[in-house]
T-cell receptor, first 113, second 116 residues
Framework: DGGITQSPKYLFRKEGQNVTLSCEQNLNHDAMYWYRQDPGQGLRLIYYSQIVNDFQKGDIAEGYSVSREKKESFPLTVTSAQKNPTAFYLC????????????FGPGTRLLVL | AQSVTQLDSQVPVFEEAPVELRCNYS??????LFWYVQYPNQGLQLLLK??????LVESINGFEAEFNKSQTSFHLRKPSVHISDTAEYFC??????????????FGQGTTLQVKP
């Protein structure tokens, strides 16, 4: 089945620790996105990538980093500089060839110990 | 600045009653419009979208939305809701100038609570 997978489903971070959230897609989509979801605030864009080896900051990139070494993968690292990381993180992808629609993964919930 | 406003954070409704979830946007350029649904602890699923053509768009599970350019609205409606429609609903806008990057602007979400 084609789709987007995110792992793990739940992730716990200790103080001062960097953690990495995985996002993989087999839809052959060029563009990929990371969003942060907090209650009552909708979704806010963290980073996005339109092509391999290229990515741009979104609206709330501080404290996060990404890489795009393969078309299928777009991992997000939550660094120790992100002081309030507790949230639900969603990955999405989109085809650049006439595709306006973003398709979402199941999400990762990050909690701070 | 462009924005999307979902006027109701929560909408309680009884089963089999009609419902309308409101969405307004501010933009001076052409837009594409989307409604997504999110069930608890899951990702977002596309419900319906308006790209061009008929201003009334429908989903396979009975929802419909109408693009009203003069009122800059894209309200979501269903004539008779089911318990299984209980979820959070997000309205999103893609500006025509952002169609290359695909950057969506999301509303804050509306929680639809269907009561038996």
């Amino acid at each position: 089945d084609g789709g987007i997978t995110q792992s793990p489903k739940y992730l716990f971070r200790k103080e001062g620790q960097n953690v990495t959230l995985s996002c993989e897609q087999n839809l052959n989509h060029d563009a990929m996105y990371w969003y942060r979801q907090d209650p009552g605030q909708g979704l806010r864009l963290i980073y996005y990538s339109q092509i391999v080896n290229d990515f741009q900051k979104g609206d709330i990139a501080e404290g996060y980093s990404v890489s795009r070494e393969k078309k299928e993968s777009f991992p997000l690292t939550v660094t120790s500089a992100q002081k309030n990381p507790t949230a639900f993180y969603l990955c999405a992808s989109r085809s650049r060839e006439g595709g306006e629609t973003q398709y979402f993964g199941p999400g990762t919930r990050l909690l701070v110990l | 600045a462009q924005s999307v406003t979902q006027l109701d954070s929560q909408v309680p409704v009884f089963e089999e009653a009609p419902v309308e979830l409101r969405c307004n946007y501010s933009s001076s350029v052409s837009v594409y419009l989307f409604w997504y649904v999110q069930y608890p602890n899951q990702g977002l699923q596309l419900l319906l979208k308006y790209l061009s053509g008929s201003t009334l768009v429908e989903s396979i599970n009975g929802f419909e939305a109408e693009f009203n350019k003069s009122q800059t609205s894209f309200h979501l409606r269903k004539p008779s809701v089911h318990i299984s429609d209980t979820a959070e609903y997000f309205c999103a806008v893609l500006l025509s100038g952002s169609s290359n990057t695909g950057k969506l602007i999301f509303g804050q979400g509306t929680t639809l609570q269907v009561k038996p």
